[in-house]
């Protein structure tokens, strides 16, 4: 059974700072996403990675996968406020259509 | 484009009435669906695998008379909640499957509705 988990849980940061979300998954995977969520509201995707070693860059987020190691990460660089949301990885094991999420990452970042 | 809305946004009704939820891809057509649900600061769990055309595929656990999904046409999935009861309240949220393309590769994705607060007197 396919198992995801991110880490930390809970990101209290200062902005200005950089840190990076962990996500790490059980079993092969074909392909891993990365969404992000406000409070109330659905899904708003950030990033798909569809092979060993990709990275993907957007603003101050940067996602990489690491197949072999069954890691992907979501990098921030320099936080701002606006950042401020719970970040999700979902990962699709090989051979199946299922997104299954990880935990969850609630950042906060302060001014 | 791959844009999914949900109607309602946010509904409230007693204990024991049904609910029905409607999942729409706009601009693009959608032969498998999904529905999630999530209860407050907690991750998506998926109920079910809504498909064009035959029965809804249910994960351990979920009811499936209790959940009815409909998929008839290829821009809509519905979803009713039977005789819902204060513990079904939560968020619902669908989303619509296409096929993309990324340079050689081609991938399925998921495109996410904005979700429907569920919530049961």
């Known amino acids: 059974e396919l198992k995801v988990e991110q880490n930390p849980l809970f990101l209290s940061m200062q902005e200005g700072k950089n840190y990076t979300i962990y996500c790490n998954y059980s079993?092969?995977?074909?392909?891993l996403y990365w969404y992000r969520q406000d409070p109330g509201k659905s899904l708003e995707s950030l990033f798909v990675l569809l092979s060993n070693g990709a990275v993907k860059q957007e603003g101050r987020l940067m996602a990489s996968l690491d197949t072999k190691a069954r890691l992907s990460t979501l990098h921030i660089t320099a936080a701002v406020h606006d950042l401020s949301a719970t970040y999700f990885c979902a990962v699709v094991g090989s051979g199946t259509y299922k997104y299954i999420f990880g935990t969850g990452t609630r950042l906060k970042v302060l001014a | 484009g791959a844009v999914v809305s949900q109607h309602p946004s946010w509904v409230i009704c007693k204990s024991g009435t049904s609910v029905k939820i409607e999942c729409r891809s706009l601009?693009?057509?959608?032969?498998?669906m999904f529905w999630y649900r999530q209860f407050p600061k907690q991750s998506l769990m998926l109920m079910a695998t809504?498909?064009?055309?035959?029965?809804?595929?249910?994960e351990q656990g979920v009811e499936k008379d209790k959940f009815l999904i409909n998929h008839a046409s290829l821009t809509l999935s519905t979803l009713t909640v039977t005789s819902a009861h204060p513990e079904d309240s939560s968020f619902y949220i669908c989303?619509?499957?296409?096929?993309?393309?990324?340079?050689?590769?081609?991938?399925?994705?998921?495109?996410f509705g904005p979700g429907t607060r569920l919530t049961v007197l």
């Open positions: 079993t092969t995977s074909d392909r």
């Open positions: 601009d693009f057509q959608a032969t498998t």
């Open positions: 989303s619509a499957r296409e096929r993309r393309r990324e340079g050689l590769m081609s991938y399925n994705e998921q495109f």
């Open positions: 809504s498909n064009e055309g035959s029965k809804a595929t249910y």
